[in-house]
């Protein structure tokens, strides 16, 4: 069992940036594939990152790539999700997922582990 608690949302205008951060529990984390996920109102969710469980693979969804950076440090079981350049269209509640197969994968269904979220609202 992993818990996932994710923090670091907020609001900020348009250009600005946050940085999130994905504590998990449990001492399987650096086994884990990670991936965040962001949800809109009214929305589906969608892929946002993801990384592999030695952190040497990453994947990015085109809306975000080039302005967002995802990382972990698993000696603090962490990982990060780094967001600069952010639009208005960012805004979405974002969660992070944990993978036990490792590999970090781009659709929801690949995760067994979910946190309960972080808002992120990108005023202009």
């Known amino acids: 069992q992993v818990q996932l608690v994710e923090s670091g949302g907020g609001l900020v205008q348009v250009g600005g940036s946050l940085r999130l951060s994905c504590a998990a529990s449990?001492?399987?984390?650096?086994?884990?594939?990670m991936g965040w996920f962001r949800q809109a109102p009214g929305k589906e969710r969608e892929f946002v990152a993801a990384?592999?469980?030695?952190?040497?693979?990453?994947y990015y969804a085109d809306s975000v790539k080039g302005r967002f950076t995802i990382s972990r440090d698993n000696t603090k079981n962490t990982v990060y999700l780094q967001m600069n350049s952010l639009k208005p269209e960012d805004t979405a509640v974002y969660y992070c997922?944990?993978?036990?197969w490792g590999f970090g994968a781009t659709t929801p269904t690949s995760y067994d582990y979910w946190g309960q979220g972080t808002q992120v609202t990108v005023s202009s």
């Open positions: 997922a944990a993978d036990r």
């Open positions: 990384i592999n469980w030695s952190g040497d693979i990453t």
């Open positions: 449990g001492r399987t984390f650096s086994s884990y594939g």
